[in-house]
């Protein structure tokens, strides 16, 4: 969990008047059918902000463990891709203690300040690694974009944990020296 989220949440008693798990049990209790539903409630019959009431629906929600699910799911059928985000995963927290790691559906974004690379199960075989190195040439191993569009700079490709080497390890450090 990033930083600035756990402080809300610890900050959720005093700000909003009641805790995490007890908003969670009354939105439960609710059963409110759209998210929008869910965040008017507590900002009209609650008087709680926008940004807590929009972070207690989709927190209420999930379960503690949703982004190990969203992660799973990702890799299911594509277990032998596993290895490689965990090799990128190993190397890219040995940059700092600054660094938010934010699974989505299809994808896992890698955020210091801004997002600095995206690591996607592209296909059966092969891993997509998104990169922002504004500037940077492109070459035979770090290509275009491609899919990414403008989230991305460039991509790399990879089908075999060899293949996260001090090249490719050298790209992710510039993408996150870059963006703080």
């Not at 965040?39 to 982004?67: M, W």
């Not at 293949?163 to 963006?179: G, P, Q, R, S, T």
Request: charge should be neutral; charged fraction near 30%; proline fraction near 4%.
């Amino acid at each position: 969990m990033d930083k600035a989220l756990k402080t809300m949440i610890d900050n959720m008693p005093e700000k909003t008047g009641k805790s995490l798990e007890e908003w969670t049990k009354m939105l439960k209790a609710k059963k409110f059918a759209k998210h929008s539903q869910a965040v008017a409630f507590l900002k009209q019959e609650h008087g709680v902000t926008h940004g807590f009431a929009n972070t207690i629906v989709h927190l209420s929600k999930n379960d503690a463990d949703e982004p190990e699910d969203l992660l799973t799911n990702q890799y299911e059928g594509k277990e032998q891709l596993k290895p490689i985000y965990d090799a990128l995963i190993a190397e890219i927290e040995t940059f700092g203690d600054d660094i938010t790691t934010t699974p989505k559906k299809g994808s896992v974004s890698i955020i210091r300040k801004k997002q600095f690379a995206l690591i996607k199960p592209a296909t059966k075989t092969r891993i997509d690694l998104g990169l922002k190195l504004k500037d940077k040439p492109t070459s035979s191993r770090l290509e275009n974009s491609g899919p990414f569009g403008t989230m991305c700079t460039h991509r790399v490709r990879l089908t075999s944990v060899d293949e996260v080497d001090a090249e490719l390890i050298d790209w992710l450090k510039e993408a996150y020296e870059k963006a703080h």
